[in-house]
């Protein structure tokens, strides 16, 4: 039976409606014959009750009978109802620093992003960066936001200092790990799952804003309009200086900050710490700003 069910549906939707209705029609008959036809002790004592029933209910369980079988043969997105393939899939435009690590797809970044993280270790470890931990104390408790937030550890340091934290980042498996380092740490963060180069961050929203190791040049004018008046922007990340060290040789160029940019991207704040350093293993900016 399920050869000729087969054959009776390719023909159908290989037609138009209406000759795949009438197709259908014609079929029915050979797919469950007319009661009494069917043979066995179970389906004789079962068609005879049937035929005690109105006329028109066998040829409803036909239909329904041969609808049951189609169902469960014929994959819908074959017919275009469904497109399984795009159904879920979320396509941002444009390049951004994450984009450019593997290429220009944001998708298969984001997938190559979630195979790092998908560890039962914390990548980058559970201890904030040094720069944030050292100079917490300065900031104004508040609503901050942690822009490439990873695995949390940043994030989970702020809340535990009563902050209420925003994390957003691209890779969904680092942020469960961001919400699994919270609950372990007792305190409770907002995280985000977005495209950096698509996400919109509210203006004025912020007490403080932080980025760490991440550079995405186009984003500043938005961390800027983000923050409140007094707010303070805390950002680190790796200057040029760091491809004449033994780990930064693979670094591309445009990820790493040149002399003196950071401060320039933020002229316009009253800006209260300002670091370059290398000490032969990481090159890097450092940079405390109030709106």
Known sequence: MSDLVSSILLNA???????????LRIALPNVCPRPGSLRGPKIRRTM???????????IIMAVLCTLAIVVSMVDISALGIIDQANADEIKPHGTNAYQKVT??????????????FNTNTYVFGKEPASF????????????VLDIAMGEGRNAVFLAKKGFVVDGVDISEIALRKAKRLARENHVSINTICADLNSYAIKA??????????????SLIPQIKKGLKKGG?????NYTVDQLKNTHGQQIRRDFLLSKGELREFF?????????????????????LGRK
């Open 13 to 23: 939707v290989s037609s138009t409606p209406e000759i795949a209705s009438l197709k």
């Open 204 to 217: 004025e929203a912020y007490d403080v804003i932080v980025n760490i190791n991440y550079l995405q040049r």
């Open 132 to 143: 944030l931990k050292d100079n917490v104390n300065l900031l104004p408790v508040g609503r």
């Open 267 to 287: 002229k316009d704040f009253e800006i209260f710490y300002y670091q370059e350093v290398n000490d032969g293993k990481e090159a890097v900016a450092r940079l």
């Open 232 to 236: 303070v922007i805390v950002y680190e």
């Open 48 to 58: 005879a009750r049937i035929n005690r029933c109105p006329p028109e209910i066998p």
């Open 103 to 116: 290429g220009d797809d944001s998708e298969d970044d984001r997938r190559r992003w979630n195979v790092l």
